[in-house]
Structure formats: structure tokens, C-alpha cells
């Protein structure tokens, strides 16, 4: 399947824009050879030399003036990245030479690519399929260990794999159907029910483990947000540094000290977080402050974990009883979770009066700590872990996890026609209904993998990635 356009020659700079040892440019298209000939000086053409060829020469415009001296890498269709010739130059990684060579490639006769166009080329020529494609987009955008190791293994075609496992079953439960409508018209009526309700159910269990996954790999893609709430002074902006191992927000007896929200990524066993440090909630005379308390509200309201920290070094107050519950219920109505953290437990407070108030607050998750020692940093640090990946598993190498929206919502209308299709067969429709759920339940999941798609979905999936990829 090549588009019209497919026929020009495309050229990018691949590597980031700025000064670097190195600077490389990439050439993609039938006349790739040809275009970098045109400027390349390095005792023997480019079109001439062999797959996999590394060739040390100058590169001249149309003056023969020099502009750099390169290294040209060759790679033979199909056995390049798109699958079509390509020529990959190495530059002095200067911002002026890079651009001067790109400006000269175009006069040359090359095109400017489009952002992931040259992985849309290697989708289109069948190198990788789709979600191998937006495997490579998540790659480069992998903000955490997690996340970069689940892309990866994308990339190697685990989703793919998957996805391929589910449609056999949809394949083969479609065929039982079709041996009934081939022989309906002799008088038979012989479609074993359970047959095709066995492969449906398997394929729905399948999809289901992935939908489930979802959660988890949200998670990889887009962080966890953590929100310190609580009084003033009582230690949140110390434990944010503890956390960050840095002294990134200001600490001060005084109470009232932060104002303004602070928000900084953090890692924790592979996961990305961000981590919002605010002003301390209390009745505020301060136009300043109380536009503080303000933003701490709504930034509360948007955390996926709130530390509801307490100094345990001070007397327990009805008060704050009742704010922790009432964060707690507003945190867990919107699906997220509320940690009680104690903090300054090395000032040798007794906890017991905390310890005697935990029936009052109901199923909230107490942890001590002490910000100032970082003593219980770990034992928090692991409920965090702990809730973010409750349910869903910590990722193994090896287990699928999807993090894409599309892949998503493809498996959501996928699991819809089955459960339709298992709808008719309870119901005893013919085979001709329950044909039609599974085609588009098929349809939906070959989303994913890219062989039932429209332009309207690549062009919004390679619209993310970054020139020259
Ligand atoms: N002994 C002890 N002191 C602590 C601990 N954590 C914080 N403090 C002290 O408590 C005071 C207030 O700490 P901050 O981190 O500024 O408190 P905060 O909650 O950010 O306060 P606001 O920004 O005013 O809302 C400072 O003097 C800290 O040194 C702790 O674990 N132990
Ligand atoms: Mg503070």
C-alpha cells in the first residue's frame, strides 16, 4: 500500500536541535542514493555501495563549497528502518552546520518529513505494525523506567502478539458460524453452540486482562499525583524534600511558609510521580495566603494520592480528625486514596493517641514518619507503591500492559460486539447475527494492530512523534 506521496524523498534531522558532539540526518525515499551523491565526496557513490556501508567523506553544495566532513550510513531497501533506501549522515553537531546540510538535501531534491513520518513509512511498508509504531512515540516519551520498559517490549511486538492470540479465537469461532450458513441451505442445523461460545469466552477473558492492564499502564504514561495537604507547619514541605533528596522548597518554623504550589517529578520503584507540595490549609486573614488555600484546594481535588500530613507531636484535635475523614471521603469519591501520615516521630511523641483515634478514622491508612530523620520514609514510600499498583500487578518483564488510549478504547468496543455476539447465541439467533457482532468486534481489536485502520487515526497517531523519527 503505497500513497502517492510515498514516492518523493524525505529528509530530517533525527537528532536533537541544539550543539552536540554529533548531529545526524536522515534521508528516506527512492531517491535517496541519488540526492546524497549529489553532495557527498568520498571516492564512491553512495548508489554504488552495499547495504550497510559506512563511507567517510565531504559533503559539497551545489557550489562546491564544503559544508561538513560526514560519515554516510547506507541502507538498501527493504532492509532499512522504513523499508525504503535511506542514507543516515553524521555531522559535527553544530546547530548551523546541521541546518546548512538539511537546507542543501532539500535542494537537492528531498522534502522535509513530516513529524513520525518516517515510522509511518516503516508502517506502511509492513516493517512494524501499528502498535509497534506507537510503541516507538511512547519509547521516546517514556518518563520512567516502567514506562520505558513496557514500550520496549511493545516495540518487540508483545502487545501485537497478543492481540493476534485474541483474533484466532474470534477467527475460529467465525468459521464454526460460517459452516453453519454453508450448509444451512441443505436442511442442517448442526452449529455447535458451545464451540462458539467457548472461543468467544476465551477472547473476552483475553481482553478483559488487557482492559484490566489499562490502569497500570496509565500510570507508566502519565505519572501518579501525589498531593501533600495538612496544617501549617506541619512538615510538608520537609517531607517533599526527603522525598526528593533535595532542598528544592522552602522550610521555615514560621507557619505559612509555602504559598504558592510546588510541583516536581518523582521516581519511585520505576514509577514516575509528581509530587505537588502546598500551603498549609488553615483560616487565612492574607489575601496572598488565602489565594494559596485556594489553588491547595483544587490541587487536593486533583491528586490521585493525598498525604494528609499531621504534626503527631502535638496533642490529636477533634478538628483534625474531621478534616482527615473529610479529605479522605472527598479523595476516595473520585476514585483515589488518602494516606494519614504522622510526622515529627522524633520529637518521641506518643502515638497512642492517634493509635486510639484510628476506629474513628475508618479504613484510613496511618503511616509515621519523620521528615526531619526519614525515619518511615521507605515504609511510606512502599504503601505508595502499594496503592498505586493494587489490583493491577507490578509490571513483570513479560506481562502485556496497554497504555494507550486507542488501544484502550478499541479493546472496550471489541469486548462490547462479543458481549452482544454471546447475547444472540444465549437468545438463539442464527448464525448470520452473531457473524456480524464478532466482524465488528474483529474490526475493533484489528485496530490496534493497524490492519483494518483509516488516515484519519495515522495521522493523529503520527502527529505526536517528533520530526525526523
Ligand atoms: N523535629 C522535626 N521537625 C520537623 C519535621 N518535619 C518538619 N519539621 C519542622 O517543622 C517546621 C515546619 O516545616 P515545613 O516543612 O516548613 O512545614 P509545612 O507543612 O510545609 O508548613 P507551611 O508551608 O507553613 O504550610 C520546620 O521548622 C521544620 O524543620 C520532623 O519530622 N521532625
Ligand atoms: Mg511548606
Redesign the pocket.
Known sequence: MLLAHESDTIAAIATPIGEGGISVLRLSGPRAFEIADKGFRGGQKLSECAHLTARVGKFEDEGGRTIDQVVALVFRNPNSYTGEDVVELSCHGGMLVTRTLLETLLRFGARQADPGEFTKRAFLNGKIDLAQAEAVADLIHARSAAAYRSSLHQLQGSLSQQINRIKDHLMDALGLLELELDFAEEGYEFIDKEKVRAEIDKAVQQIDRLIDSYRVGRVYREGVKIVLA?A???????LLNALLEENRAI???I????RDIIEENLSIGGILFTITDT??IREATDLVEREGIRRTEEKVATGDIVLF?VDASEPVSAEQIEQAKDISRKVKQRGGTCILVL??I??GVNMDPWVKRTDDLAGIPAISI???THSGLDVLKNEILQVVLQGGGMYQDGAVVVTNTRHHSALMRSKEGLIKALDSLSQGLTGEFIALDLRSALDSISEISGSVTTDDILNRIFARFCIGK
Not at 501549617?232 to 520537609?238: A, D, H, I, L
Open positions: 495538612g501549617p507547619n506541619v512538615g510538608k514541605s520537609s522550610v521555615t518554623d507557619p505559612g511558609t509555602t500551603a498549609g500530613l510526622n515529627k522524633d520529637l519523620s521528615a526531619k
